[in-house]
């Protein structure tokens, strides 16, 4: 009896996730939300919870008893979660959650680290070579917790894998973000302020993202992985290749924005650890991933991007 | 006012801590512990707590207000304190310590850490390079709290260092350690099984510790700081030189037991950050810390080496 429970499926990576869940890989699919959902034709069965709450995480584990637990919430509004004390409810409580899992016998999880955990690289971050120094409460947070869960993890002979995601974007992304709102500027040809916009990134598309970790979690791996394209994109370029889209270059304030201080000049994921444990990648080229986004999107005034 | 609040000062280096703090150099000193105290004639405050329970630890916050702390407390005991369950108590209470502490305006907090938390290195341990791959359950949950307390003082402006301890011994240390083992046994002259004892260990004299860490106390630097003696030193070597005080070479029986699996070969601190930054490092050599210890210890049958 394989019983799959999901937290943060309404939030953007997760949403991804969940559409990928084959309900032929699990005798049963459960998902925790403050969001309320019906029961779905998906055949996935929704809970209730405010999952920030000790009490409630570990209330859900009893409820549900999941043999494979895959936990993407925590805090991620854009411009908030990086310095929100939020993190630090998201921390507790997640303890208590994979504490409670492992304790009534959970088998495998998977959780939904980040590439704030590292130290500035100038090389591509190596999941066990490069240093874990997080520059933000986000980063300390997400670290603390993969910490106790590896540590969970021996004592209580789970598996526990962990997906540090890079730059995510496509369907779904909080019009907040980079990629929204340049498309959104674009769209309607008004001026983008930017930074001079040299740094590297490493943007993945959601969809890949949603691949890799929900391959992460089918498979019976550990460790840290990291969740990118492997590719170095400098912003401008990115930026530039969706203005070329609308004809919009003359759009382009670059320099206007001052840089952030704490923003590395590269974050950059090495890619090689999934492909050669799982043969797994990401397979959408950017070009592909733009077309695709821009064709498909209903982008509406405030920029928001459905998922279709 | 400065009001100063101690954990863990019952425990073995706790309790040379308290043996060192001054009360000129606080305006109230508190000190929380599961094992009764009556106000001593120091002038500490004791209050009875059982800070592996969170809902304890923040009351004794809102009871004391303390804007120093100093949190000592953790399982320690030899032998089960590296895979002890007890370390996810430590950790989740541990969190709500300090986030109470912080939230109510706490200045500054030194916690002990571990050498625990560092990945196997064939140099000395660097707070800043070496990269920290805890082996443990133990150093997980350490590491854990670590970057907690450090996203916290990002929030809250409290200052917070840490003190990552190696291998201290000496009067208090507990008789299931090696140094008391080996000193109980050579006394009498009993056979001592040992491993081949070539691993390279970071031994400190838990006075000389105990001065770091209520250096680092009383200073303003912040971040992870190493409590070594700095020296080498193989564990034959230091068995050795505490047989020779007995004549009892003839009892080590080295290469009886078969080396763990997971120590490491090597397990020395780089002292060069808290030499540089606060001028502070050990200075009891070994052969003054062993003499002193000899000669001033009453060592019962059990081993029991208690602080004169």
Redesign the interface.
């Known amino acids: 009896m394989k019983r799959l429970l999901l937290t943060g499926v309404t939030g953007f990576i997760g949403a991804h996730c969940l559409r990928l869940i084959r309900n032929g890989d699990y005798d049963e699919v459960h998902a925790a939300s403050r969001h309320e959902r019906a029961r779905s034709e998906s055949g996935v069965i929704w809970h209730a919870a405010d999952l920030r709450v000790a009490a409630e995480a570990t209330r859900i584990i009893a409820a549900v008893r999941p043999t494979h637990l895959f936990h993407a919430a925590w805090i991620a509004t854009p411009g908030v979660y990086l310095?929100s004390?939020e993190?630090?409810d998201w921390?507790?409580a997640s303890?208590?959650l994979v504490?409670a899992f492992a304790g009534q016998g959970g088998q495998r999880f998977v959780g939904v680290g980040s590439s704030a955990e590292y130290a500035p690289s100038d090389t591509p971050c190596d999941e066990?070579?490069t240093?874990?120094?997080?520059a933000?409460?986000y980063g300390?947070?997400k670290?603390?917790?993969w910490?106790?869960v590896?540590?969970?993890a021996?004592?209580c002979k789970m598996q526990a894998a962990w997906g540090r995601v890079f730059l995510p974007f496509g369907p779904g992304d909080h019009p907040a973000r980079l990629i929204p709102l340049a498309l959104a500027a674009l769209r309607a040809r008004k001026p983008l302020p930017l930074s001079q916009g040299e740094q590297l990134r490493d943007f993945i598309y959601a969809p890949d993202a949603a691949e890799l970790l929900v391959g992460l979690l089918g498979a019976s791996v550990t460790g840290a992985f990291n969740i990118g394209s492997g590719q170095a994109q400098s912003v401008r370029s990115v930026i530039e290749a969706i203005a070329d889209r609308f004809g919009a270059r003359d759009c382009l304030r670059f320099g206007e924005l001052a840089a952030r201080a704490w923003e590395p000049p590269m974050l950059v994921a090495n890619v090689n650890k999934l492909r050669d444990r799982l043969g797994l990648e990401a397979r959408t080229p950017m070009a592909e991933a733009l077309d695709g986004l821009i064709a498909s999107a209903a982008v509406p005034a405030d920029g928001t991007i459905t998922v279709p």
Request: include cysteine; glycine fraction near 4%.
């Open positions: 310095s004390p993190n630090f921390l507790q303890i208590a504490r066990d070579r240093p874990l120094h997080p933000s409460i300390h947070c670290l603390a917790f910490h106790a590896q540590g969970l021996q004592h």
